[in-house]
């Protein structure tokens, strides 16, 4: 009895595999404590107001973080390129609901789902790093 236990047990956990293919390239961004509350009647948020608009917000997270209106909810994510180590050049650049890496190689993001837009490149793979977001009125919270 106890050899068929120990023999169901093997061939349960040798049968479970993962069906994703992870990059070990998709660990280059840090994973920084983030706990910032915005208010959209300030000037600096005003743009969040209106749906399909994004704003950087600097000094938090890898390299800011892009915040966008996608009209039923509002988006929070790291503003580093998820598929390079940070520098100079992996800063992301917002633009409506989309945000472009600095690298000059044309990684462009969508900020409704976090994934690649436009690359052929197979080992482009990594998403944008995401934070949970809460409203309360005028009050966005920003944390992970």
């Given amino acids: 009895m106890k050899s068929l236990s120990a023999l169901f047990l093997a061939l349960f956990l040798f049968s479970c ?6 990059n070990e390239n998709c660990n280059f961004l840090l994973d920084l404590n ?3 509350n915005i208010n959209l009647s300030l000037p600096e948020y005003s ?3 209106f749906v399909a608009n994004s704003i950087y917000i600097q000094n938090i ?3 800011g973080i892009i915040v966008a209106n996608t ?3 509002f988006m929070a994510w790291d503003a580093s390129d998820p598929n390079y180590v940070p520098g100079t050049c992996s800063h992301l650049v917002p633009n409506g609901l989309f945000c472009e890496s600095e690298c000059g190689d044309g990684n462009e993001y969508n900020l409704l789902t976090g994934e690649i ?3 052929d490149d197979p080992t ?3 998403a944008l790093k995401n934070y949970r977001v809460q409203q309360s009125g005028n009050i966005l ?4």
Wanted: with cysteine; hydrophobic share 30%; charged share 5%.
């Fill in 17 to 22: 595999s993962s069906n994703t293919v992870r």
């Fill in 34 to 36: 983030i706990n910032l």
């Fill in 47 to 49: 743009q969040l107001n």
């Fill in 61 to 63: 997270g890898n390299a």
């Fill in 71 to 73: 009209g039923s909810s």
């Fill in 117 to 119: 837009n436009n690359s």
């Fill in 124 to 126: 482009l793979v990594c």
């Fill in 141 to 144: 919270t920003i944390y992970n």
